[in-house]
């Protein structure tokens, strides 16, 4: 029995400069002396794997929501019988994780409501999701329609005319509040499906891992993928756009111009003018794309950063032209599934046991494109719209003169904006200047400091001691927990050039590695080159027809990087802990993504 724990969140400091860093945020987000003995008895991971980076006051907003969301479907909704909700915390900037478990002696009776509540929803699935859909949309056009001006001179005469009897201010502070429900609601919906689809997966993982004593994880993993998810379509865009350009001799005119003048050329003839609409058309939605992951107020969007998007489109014109092939290989991908499949099905004893695999595959692969859609729809489209709005607000704070920046009014938590508007309007309606100007820059300037000084030290992977035997099935299929993980990440130090991770996709190569520790580090990556990162992106798909490999500190079996890596057919090794600390760029290491290990050769 191991006695090895993690650091304590009580005696892990924050870095020189970062003194007062849990004012910045919820009181109910950070650890609190008065509960040591509680905390120090839970364990609690990093999620570097959906915020790998120190929060800015107002994008904690997004762990607030996203868990908050996740914790009332898994608890008050579907009743999953062995996971309730997740407890979490921010820690010197940065996210953790405790997942809770149900006391074993509920889990029983939550079984019978879990199939009432969730069979509903797998026995109407199609007619939900549509319904889904719709409601989705409805929340981005509600975002879309909310806008924020300076306040006028004077109200307009027609208010006075038809006895509106209320100001600009109240509707200011009114469309600022509606976004941020509409916000909270987005998250509610992002959980709606999802969890069931990770039940679903687990039902049918389960049912292989009684039924095929042995059987790999890969092999489960690998039963269910090739199906076609929109999240990959963005890439598809890009592919289809450069496929274009080659046809229609362009890609010189991509390769040698920046985008505005490339532009420009094109609309000189009429092949340039096709591919002009065809670019125009692919931006909406499908640019609605972050590079990041959503959670951040900092992640930068296609829509609104064309020059990315326009990048790896000639990145694909230059492979296009040495006769590479920069599509999925889909084609081998669902032949290699069906034969796993059949190999199984065909080895069970009898049709009773073959109906009971074919109707827990058929549901999982029925659910399982909602696990990646979700990401396009909720953390690219809808987000995208929102932070867009969050800054036409913070522009009009600028154009008062009360920061200098957009990107400043971040640094506030979402409640405080409220103090901001209050001020903005209770000076322009008595006639003098508002505090803000002359308050907010200083304080701005010290928050900047204490969040600087908060990312100048990585997280901690864990804190206390972890459970014995990780059982918790969402920690160990999203994030990739497990006790073997765990007990690696404590003996780090003991391991040598060897890391063990998740066998998230198979195969096996040797090359040259490159950290990436954020979007803008993926230009720097090389041909045959193994990613090695925290975690990486839906955006990053571009770059997967380049690399060997991909190694990431932390994942699951259904995380990103292990289905995006499956899809492309390249080994990957996720849930090492630290390989993006522990490897350097140039080193050269081994990857066997049916093994789940790395080891580093010189």
């Known amino acids: 029995m191991s006695t090895k724990a993690f650091i304590s969140p009580y005696d892990h400091k924050a870095p020189e400069g970062a003194e007062g860093w849990k004012e910045l945020y919820p009181y109910y987000m950070t650890f609190h002396d008065n509960l040591k003995e509680n905390e ?53 900037g940065y996210c953790y994780m405790s997942p809770v478990e149900v006391d074993p002696s509920l889990i029983a009776d939550r079984v019978p409501q879990f199939m009432e509540r969730a069979g509903f929803y797998f026995q109407n699935w199609d007619s939900l999701l549509e319904n889904w859909h719709k409601k989705v949309k409805g929340v981005i056009d509600e975002m879309e329609a909310i806008n924020f001006e300076q306040l006028p001179e004077v109200i307009d005469i027609e208010w006075v005319k038809n006895g509106v009897g209320l100001d600009p201010t109240y509707h200011m502070i009114q469309n600022y509040d ?80 920046g985008l505005d003048k490339a532009l420009q050329i094109m609309e000189t003839s009429t092949e340039g003018k096709e591919w002009i609409a065809a670019w125009e058309g692919a931006k909406y939605p499908w640019f609605n794309f972050t590079i990041g992951n959503g959670f951040y107020s900092s992640d930068k969007y296609w829509i609104d950063h064309l020059d990315i998007p326009f990048e790896y489109i000639k990145s694909y014109t230059e492979r296009l032209e040495k006769g590479e092939t920069i599509d999925r290989p889909t084609a081998k991908i669902a032949a290699e599934r069906d034969r796993i499949t059949e190999e199984y099905r065909d080895s069970l004893p009898g049709e009773d046991a073959q109906n009971a695999f074919d109707q827990k595959l058929g549901l999982a692969r029925v659910v399982f494109p909602y696990v990646e859609n979700h990401n396009f729809y909720i953390e690219h489209w809808s987000m995208c719209v929102f932070w867009r709005k969050m800054r036409e607000l913070s522009a009009v704070f600028v154009k008062e003169g009360f920061y200098e920046n957009i990107e400043d009014m971040f640094y506030f938590r979402r409640e405080e904006i409220h103090q901001l ?96 520790n954020s979007a803008e580090e993926l230009r720097d990556l090389q041909d045959g080159e193994i990613m090695v990162t925290r975690v990486t992106a839906p955006s990053w798909a571009p770059v997967f027809g380049k690399i060997k490999a991909t190694v990431t500190d932390i994942g699951g079996m259904m995380s990103h990087a292990a289905i995006v890596c499956r899809e492309y057919g390249l080994p990957a090794v996720t849930g090492t802990g630290n390989a993006s600390t522990k490897i350097k760029t140039g080193d050269r290491i081994r990857v066997d993504g049916g093994a789940g290990t790395v080891e580093i050769l010189s």
């Open 178 to 257: 509606k976004m941020i429900d509409l916000c909270y609601k987005i998250w509610m919906y992002h959980f709606e499906f999802l969890n069931l689809g990770y039940a679903a997966y687990l039902d049918f993982f389960g049912f292989c891992k009684e039924t095929f004593p042995g059987i790999p994880d890969l092999s489960v993993a690998k039963m269910v993928q090739g199906v076609e998810v929109d999240l990959f379509r963005p890439d598809e865009e890009l592919q289809k756009l450069a496929k274009l350009a080659v046809k229609f001799g362009l890609n010189d005119i991509l390769k040698n111009n």
């Open 40 to 92: 120090e008895g839970k364990f609690f991971f990093c999620d570097s794997q959906h915020w790998p980076n120190v929060f800015k006051p107002f994008d904690a907003l997004t762990v607030e929501f996203s868990v908050k969301c996740l914790g009332q479907y898994n608890t008050r909704q579907w009743l999953i019988p062995p996971a309730n909700g997740i407890d979490f915390k921010i820690h010197n």
């Open 421 to 516: 508007l209050f001020d903005y309007g209770r000076g322009w309606a008595m006639g003098v200047p508002a505090i803000g100007p002359d308050y907010l820059p200083a304080e701005i300037a010290r928050r900047k400091k204490i969040i600087d000084a908060l990312a100048t030290a990585p997280p901690e992977p864990a804190f206390n001691k972890p459970p014995e035997i990780v059982t918790e099935p969402f920690t160990i299929m999203l994030w990739g927990i497990t006790s073997e993980s765990v007990q690696g990440w404590l003996s780090s130090e003991d391991t040598g050039n060897k890391l063990k991770g998740m066998a998230a996709s198979p195969g096996k190569v040797e090359g040259i590695a490159r950290i990436i």
